[in-house]
């Protein structure tokens, strides 16, 4: 009779602990198609939460219960079935999900080796991107040659002009140069005809005074009149 009350009590804690719960999502039935692995994987992973939820539930009731111990030693043994049972279905959906992928790959390779058609396609395709980036490549080293000899040309036009500039700076220089030596050329030729102008003026002035000097009679010492001849 206990043993009936016992399970009996523990089943009615389980009533309790589903309605505790219930706004758990439930499963949904299955559909006419068959579930993906994705969607397998999130049920397990909803029932795994939900049973976690249950437990929880039932061990904090146990604890209200004279016979706590039995009632949590029975709720964990159908707590550890249950998430038993959910990791079996993990494993088993884990390897179905194995032989799907194996079996993708292998009807990739398939269709890879039935389709030379595809491969010949492909090979075009990556020959064409190859012409395309060899032209790419081509039209980008053209234009830094362009670049390079534009500034070439840039740089020897600006020395040709600093050239004529230079040689006309010092042909201007030189020409100022000569102005100058054949003004000072002259001015010295000017200073002398000035003195040799001054020079003969002098020496006709002396000459002159030379002559006045001897034309003069001489005075008499005695201050007697001149004898006649």
């Known amino acids: 009779m206990i043993g009936w009350l016992r399970h009996g009590g523990l089943a009615l804690l389980w009533v309790a602990a589903a309605s505790a719960?219930?706004?758990?999502?439930?499963?949904?039935?299955?559909?006419?198609?068959?579930?993906?692995?994705?969607?397998e994987r999130s049920r397990i992973e909803r029932e795994r939460a939900a049973e976690m939820g249950r437990q929880q539930a039932v061990e904090s009731a146990c604890y209200q219960r004279f016979a706590v111990n039995d009632c949590l030693a029975e709720?964990?043994?159908?707590?550890?079935?249950?998430?038993?049972?959910?990791?079996?279905?993990?494993?088993?959906?884990n390897d179905r999900e194995r032989r799907l992928r194996a079996g993708e790959q292998l009807r990739r390779i398939e269709e890879k080796v039935s389709s030379p058609e595809r491969d010949i396609d492909l090979l075009n395709r990556q020959q064409q991107a190859q012409r395309t980036e060899q032209d790419r490549q081509l039209n980008a080293e053209k234009k830094a040659v362009d670049s390079v000899n534009q500034t070439q040309e840039r740089a020897g036009r600006r020395q040709e002009q600093q050239r004529r500039l230079e040689q006309a700076q010092k042909e201007d220089a030189e020409r100022a140069q000569k102005?100058?030596?054949?003004?000072?050329?002259?001015?010295?030729?000017?200073?002398?005809?000035?003195?040799?102008?001054?020079?003969?003026?002098?020496?006709?002035?002396?000459?002159?005074n030379r002559s006045g000097a001897r034309a003069a009679p001489l005075p008499d010492p005695a201050g007697a009149p001149a004898s006649k001849p």
């Open 179 to 208: 102005a100058q030596a054949a003004a000072d050329e002259r001015k010295r030729y000017d200073e002398k005809l000035r003195d040799a102008a001054q020079h003969r003026q002098q020496l006709q002035q002396d000459i002159k």
């Open 75 to 93: 709720a964990r043994v159908k707590h550890r079935e249950v998430l038993s049972d959910l990791k079996r279905q993990e494993v088993q959906l």
């Open 21 to 39: 719960v219930a706004a758990t999502p439930t499963v949904a039935p299955l559909a006419p198609q068959a579930p993906t692995v994705e969607q």
